[in-house]
């Protein structure tokens, strides 16, 4: 994850995502609570006005009938409910004016009116002239009217169930509304009845049943202790608790919002003057703000979409930029690990083609000091071939030219030419005319006539073998190679212990890949102490080791580290010496060297 967040081309993302997102997102944000707000409170408001209008209907409906209520002021109604004679013709003219009001007014809904005295003689457009047979005044509205001459009631259906006995007639289901007012004597004004008019409550339903909140929401009206009196019938288990109407509709009109059935609900109310009924609407929340919904939704969607334009953008506009740095760097690290052709075609006149031109220029100048160095090194190793090459011990040579003297002193010719043979042969390959390299045959020559040097000089206790398959003469060596291996095994071997001695030159093919050749002896061999010693001196960089480190009781000018530092000069590892010795038992060197 870290190394994710360390990327230019990450931060660069984050940047312009910051950049370029946060702004829209405050917009966004600031657009979307502006439009949910506004949004929603217009679509409050304009069901609040829907119940408005369903109260101003219902009271100009109220309004309209208690027009009816004039006739209580008629002389010829009073005087009917005053006497105590009943006459026809008085009642038949009471019930040709209540035809003209029926007329004049068009009351639809108006199912019947009555009037009655206090002594229960009453007269009604059903029935006509009727008397009751129990006082009047068991009715409690009659009470309270007669207590309050001035109120006019208005019965809900739930009430106005007990007006139907006033003259025998009942209404089915009770579906009835009656408005009752007293009937005042016109000069005292006192109480000498009443009169009820039944309207039918269908026309209540027809108002709130034509208006629908949202799509699912609908109307109903409560009466003042919050119990519903008209409500669409299909809908009575959605009708809230007359408790929560209580607690909510504290004013004369308003909304809020309450959970119910495990959904948020969306109420609003308006209560009427005339009747203190409240028009309540009911619908969820979710459809009340549906406007105010999909403007979010528009608001999320713009904001998304303009994310996701910024974000196609970054990636375009990094694409041009990050995609050449991507590729200088794999460039650098292929140059890292060594392989200095990665160069970059290079397009444009911009920064990253200047780092890319100069990148170049820095490969094509490295591979020229790589070469310099190749070619100081070659001549280095070669400097110091020769001067290894320089080191031939000058006792060797010492000691043979007193060997021919003596030989010749003693008259021994044969031997003195024998010996002058292999001396001349043995420089002349050492020499080489300054070339490094030579056969394995040439240097097996070289080894040989080293070894006829020193047989005839120690004739008494070297005899010696070379077994090489003539398959491996071929293959190319450095020269001096095998001889100062042999010289070791002598003068540090055989010479150091009693009886004859023997030195064995071997060569094999190891895994063909390489070649192994192999100086043995069967002298005094190396102790575990030292040869650990030498083992390790082996290991070590040539630059920290020297020739005394691994040989420094050698009297010859080339010990086991020189012959080994020269091929490590040349082949590098595995190529070198392996070192093996038995203390008392003798010692073998091997060299190994490629086939190619």
């Known amino acids: 994850m870290k190394q994710i967040f360390s990327s230019l081309r990450a931060k660069l993302l984050v940047m312009f995502i910051i950049l370029s997102s946060v702004p829209l997102l405050i917009v966004g944000v600031v657009s979307y609570q502006k439009s949910y707000h506004t949004l929603s409170d217009h679509s409050k408001a304009s069901t609040l006005l829907y119940a408005d209008q369903l109260v101003s209907d219902i009271d100009t409906l109220f309004l309209d009938t208690q027009k009816l209520l004039e006739l209580g002021t008629n002389p010829t109604v009073l005087y009917f409910l005053s006497s105590?004679?009943?006459?026809?013709t008085e009642a038949k003219e009471i019930v040709q004016t209540l035809d003209i009001y029926r007329g004049t007014y068009q009351y639809d809904s108006v199912l019947n009116i009555q009037m009655v005295n206090l002594y229960g003689k009453g007269i009604s457009e059903r029935k006509g002239v009727f008397q009751l047979d129990h006082n009047p005044l068991r009715n409690p509205h009659f009470v309270l009217l007669s207590e309050h001459p001035d109120e006019i009631l208005i019965i809900p259906p739930t009430e106005a169930s007990s007006f139907d006995r006033l003259d025998g007639f009942t209404y089915p289901g009770d579906n009835v509304i009656s408005i009752?007012?007293?009937l005042k004597q016109?000069?005292?004004?006192?109480?000498?009845g009443f009169i009820v008019i039944d309207l039918d409550d269908q026309m209540i339903e027809h108002y709130y049943n034509n208006i629908?909140?949202?799509?699912?929401?609908?109307?109903f009206v409560a009466d003042q202790s919050g119990n519903p009196i008209f409500w669409p019938e299909a809908r009575i288990g959605d009708l809230p608790s007359s408790k929560t109407l209580l607690t909510h509709t504290t004013s004369p009109r308003g909304s809020f919002t309450e959970e119910l059935n495990n959904e948020k609900q969306f109420y609003v109310y308006a209560t009427s003057e005339m009747t203190g009924w409240s028009i309540v609407g009911i619908a969820p929340l979710k459809e009340i703000i549906a406007d105010a919904i999909e403007i979010r939704l528009l608001i999320l969607l713009s904001v998304g979409l303009s994310a996701l334009f910024a974000i196609s953008l970054y990636i375009s506009l990094t694409q041009r930029i990050i995609r050449p740095l991507q590729l200088l760097k794999a460039k650098m690290r292929k140059a890292a690990d060594g392989y200095l052709e990665a160069k970059i075609k290079t397009s444009g006149q911009d920064e990253i083609?200047?780092?890319?031109?100069?990148?170049?220029?820095m490969l094509e100048n490295i591979k020229h000091l790589i070469e310099n160095n190749n070619r100081e090194q070659e001549q280095v190793k070669k400097a110091e071939l020769r001067t290894l090459q320089a080191q031939i011990n000058p006792h060797f040579l010492y000691n043979t030219l007193e060997s021919i003297i003596w030989m010749a002193e003693s008259g021994k010719n044969d031997n003195v030419i024998k010996l002058v043979k292999a001396m001349s042969q043995f420089f002349r390959i050492s020499l080489n005319k300054g070339r490094d390299w030579v056969t394995i045959q040439t240097e097996l020559e070289h080894a040989k006539s080293y070894l006829t040097i020193q047989q005839m000089r120690y004739y008494d206790i070297l005899t010696y073998e070379i077994e090489v398959d003539d398959?491996?003469?071929?293959?190319?060596?450095?020269?001096?190679?095998l001889q100062p291996l042999i010289e070791n095994a002598l003068y540090h071997g055989i010479k150091n212990k009693r009886g004859l001695g023997k030195i064995r030159v071997s060569g094999q093919i190891e895994n063909d890949y390489y070649i192994l050749l192999t100086v043995e002896d069967n002298g005094i061999g190396i102790s575990s102490e030292r040869l650990q010693h030498i083992r390790e001196s082996l290991t070590l960089p040539m630059e920290s080791s020297s020739s005394e480190q691994i040989d420094e009781e050698s009297e010859s000018g080339f010990g086991l580290f020189n012959v080994h530092q020269r091929l490590r000069l040349y082949f590098g590892e595995p190529c070198g010496l392996m070192l093996e010795s038995i203390y008392g038992e003798g010692a073998r060197v091997s060299v190994r060297i490629p086939r190619k």
């Open 186 to 192: 016109r000069v005292t004004h006192e109480v000498i």
């Open 180 to 182: 009752i007012a007293p």
């Open 353 to 361: 083609a200047d780092l890319s031109d100069s990148f170049n220029t």
């Open 212 to 219: 629908t909140i949202g799509n699912t929401g609908f109307f």
């Open 84 to 88: 105590q004679t009943e006459t026809y």
């Open 471 to 481: 398959a491996l003469y071929s293959y190319p060596i450095l020269a001096m190679t």
